[in-house]
């Protein structure tokens, strides 16, 4: 749950109507404009979708969500000085045209918008008619949108092009890559060390051009100390790289490996395609198993023996999903391995343990660590 908070000092007592719950003010739509009247300095909590719908509020009440442009030199200062900026080009400013622009505007808040009715400006970017047009420093340098003036349209379109066309996974662009609308996403893992490094980066690029929009190219420096957890996730090593992966970030996450691993345009564009037209089947990491997985009274588990064992209708199974890396997952261990001791002899109960950063199981997914699940006996089980 994200929380915003303003800083601030109470300053007077708030009007009688707006309750108040231990000693707390409990503030609505329909009062927290009355509430910064009697307060202008006022610290508010907001959770959830309500911190989205206070900066989209809060901008529209300091100012306009697009800056009028008027002359070409303020235009081109904006330009120059802003990574992605929209440009809303009309005749009329007051058009239905021109106010679903600026209702899109209200809608974002990391990218500069601007609105302009003057001949300067339309001359110097040599715009002829209204238009809405995206400048950026990568890629085409601009696009010009090209459809209904619709809000939901202008949005779609700004999301769609606001991005490089391939992305480098850093600290700063991860709230975008993760933020963005777009939740299908193809993965290059390289070192940027590599001799040919621009070269596969182009072919990447190249190969990103028939699917934008759709599914969001990024690629990750595999020799970064900073991504290495990312190359587990995936469950790669340096050496291994350079590597494709695609991941869908729905509500469960699928990971897919292309057949053909060299990085070259045709052959990324022919994995995308499979994917677009839902050909490609999960890819689900898994290790070996174990010589001596059942050794011990805690049992092993790999992607490979897994539903042979905590399928067994005769036993009852009770399996901990850990990370090697997780503080969680070690202060556990011992107390799972004394409960493995303490039905050791049991011929109906099987306490297991499986890596689920090196196994993946496609019935079974698992989203924290540790993850503690029971697969009691019988055909009609079901997975607590």
Known sequence: ??????????????????????????????????????????????????????????????????????????????????????????KDVESTDAQAFVNAAESIDDVPFAITSSDDVFSKYEVTKDSVVLFKKFDEGRNTFDGEATKENLLTFVKANQLPLVIEFTEQT???????????????????????????????????????????????????????????????KKEECPAVRLITLEDEMTKYKPENEEITTDNIKAFCTKFTEGKLKPHLMSQDIPEDWDKNPVKVLVGKNFEEVAFDAKKNVFVEFYAPWCGHCKQLTPIWDKLGEQFKEAEDIVVAKMDSTANEIETVKVHSFPTLKFFPAGDDRKVT
Request: aromatic share 12%; hydrophobic share 45%; charged share 25%.
């Open 1 to 90: 749950m994200f929380k915003l908070l303003l800083f601030c000092v109470f300053a007077v007592a708030i009007r009688a109507e707006i309750a108040e719950e231990d000693d707390v003010l409990v503030l609505k739509k329909s009062n927290f404009e009355e509430a910064l009247k009697a307060h202008p300095n006022i610290l508010v909590e907001f959770s959830g979708r309500q911190a989205d719908d206070f900066i989209n509020w809060l901008k529209k009440r300091t100012g306009p969500a697009a800056t009028t442009l008027t002359e070409a030199s303020a235009a081109e200062q904006l330009i120059e000085g802003s990574e992605v900026v929209v440009i809303g080009f009309f």
């Open 174 to 236: 991860a709230p975008k890559i993760f933020g963005g609308e777009i939740k299908s996403h193809i993965l290059m893992f390289l070192p940027k060390s590599s001799s040919d490094f621009q070269d596969k980066l182009d072919q990447f690029k190249k190969a990103s051009e028939s699917f934008k929009g759709k599914i969001l190219f990024i690629f990750i420096d595999s020799e970064s100390e900073d991504n290495q957890r990312i190359l587990e996730f995936f469950g790669l």
